[in-house]
């Protein structure tokens, strides 16, 4: 039994050793236990002091046995006095530790890397590296051979990569001002829209001093003061440099008079032979990048040409090329390409040829058959000369008085995918009509921009009592997909930047219906472009013949914005009235 006062305990222990705790009452009370215990009759003396002393020292200083008491329980080690220990994982870091590999040591590598059998492999495996190497290179060098080779571009000038713009009645183009007439700075105004028209360059003028037919009062190097100033022209070749676009200026001497060129008796003066080198000159170096000269079938003179042509080269400037353009009104081509034998040097030649097409006496149904002659027979008397295509101005007026809207966006796509540079006049690329009741070649007919007074050509006052709402303006069509003047701005940028249509052959393509001209463009390995225009006014179904022909072409642009497919096959074709198509298909070797 127990003394008196002394709690019965398991395994020797005492209330001190249970609760670990300090406190003072506790401890005396313990010690007066152990006291008593000792001093009591029947009970034991001998406690295991070892326990005593674990049991009083510092718990962080206690050795952490495997076996611990129940986390939460008395004497546990994971709470005591309400501060919680974090045992760590020593044993885990061991056993990473045991596990890590320390590999051989350098002395062991060189022993055994130096083994017969180690040798064999490094040999083994280093040739067959070289061979693996050497067979790469020789596929490669197979490959190179037998592909087809690429062509080598032909060197083209500026002038050779894109449509031409032509201003030739400033009046008409814009009024800067309120006095009604069309100047200069209303060209640099408009300069963002000759831009988004993606041509290379424009057209404008004549600009210069000329009395009607009064030789000795013309002045080829100043500007006429109804149109603007030289500062003012300065400042349109600068402002046309920003946009990157070419200025090239009409230099024809008596451009308000009856003859272009005076009479004889005039132009055949040195006077004024050496008047009109000045003024070339002049104008170069004011920073225009050509000069064009119109009627030149009353020169009657290609050395006159030579002569000009000359001055040009000498004034090219930045490695940009000068272009001389001459300009006739004669058709036919035999006489056409007479005026310009191989040394006069003209770089583009214009001419009214294919206004053959419009007399009002063809026949529609065969009207693609004329135009397959006219064009091949144009092609074939310009020999290697670079083709220049024009039709309209300046003494037919614009395109759509006479042919209506859906056949000038036909002629628009034979004008830009045939080879050489198309010639736009201003107001054809949105279907401008001329005034009614006045002759062509003297009719200024104004360009509209938008629906406000004077449709936006002129700030003065309104010289239409009420202006009808039009859809024949540049704000009407500008964005609008199947305007004329979006046809004809992504019909211009394809021209830029296809190469074969750049510099790519031209090619017949045989239809079994005289109403349709077909054509192929192709240039080495690029896409290539067929060409098919329903010159009817009704709607056909063609079969087209020609060995590089597939069975089903993609659709580039129809002249119809109600066409909405996006592939057609060739076989069965059907073409909506007066539709000219741009189709496309990729090179196979």
Known sequence: MAAPGTAEMGGGETPAMVHGGSDPERETGQQGSRGDSMSSPGVTPELDMKDVELNEMDPEKQPMNASSPPAGSPGSLGEKNGVVKVKMEEEDEEAKMAASFTGLTKEQLLQVAGTPGWVRTRWALLVLFWLGWLGMLAGAIAIIVQAPRCKDLPKQDW??????????????????????????????????YLSKLKV???????LHVN????????NLQDVDPKL???QDFRDVVQAAKKKSLKVILDLTPN??????WFSPDVWLKSDFQNKMKEAIQFWLREGVSGIQIGSVEHLNDSQLLSEWKNLTEQENIDDQARVLIATTDLRDPQEVFSLLNETSGVDLLTSQYLQELL???????????????????????AGSRWLGWSMGRPDFGHLAQSMGEQLLRLHHLLLYTLPGTPFTDYGDEIGLRDTLGQPASSNITRMQWDNTANYGFSRGPQQVAEPEASNVTVQAQQGHKGSILSFFQELSELRTKERSLLHGNFNLVQSSNPAVFSYLRIWDQNKRFLVVLNFAYQEISISLLHSHLPPQVDVELSTHASREEKQLDLQNLKLLPSEGLLLSFPYVA
């Open 159 to 192: 002038w050779q990569k894109g449509g031409i713009y032509r201003i030739l009645q400033v009046e008409g183009f814009q009024d800067s001002g309120s006095d009604g007439t069309g100047d200069l700075a209303g060209v640099k105004e408009r300069m963002s």
């Open 200 to 206: 290379k360059g424009f057209v404008i003028g004549p």
């Open 211 to 218: 009395p009607e037919d009064q030789p000795y009062s013309t």
């Open 228 to 230: 603007g100033t030289l």
């Open 255 to 260: 451009y308000r008079g009856q003859l272009p």
């Open 359 to 381: 007399r009002p006496d063809q026949n529609d149904t065969a009207l693609g058959n004329t135009a397959q002659k006219l064009i091949l027979n144009y092609i074939e008397k």
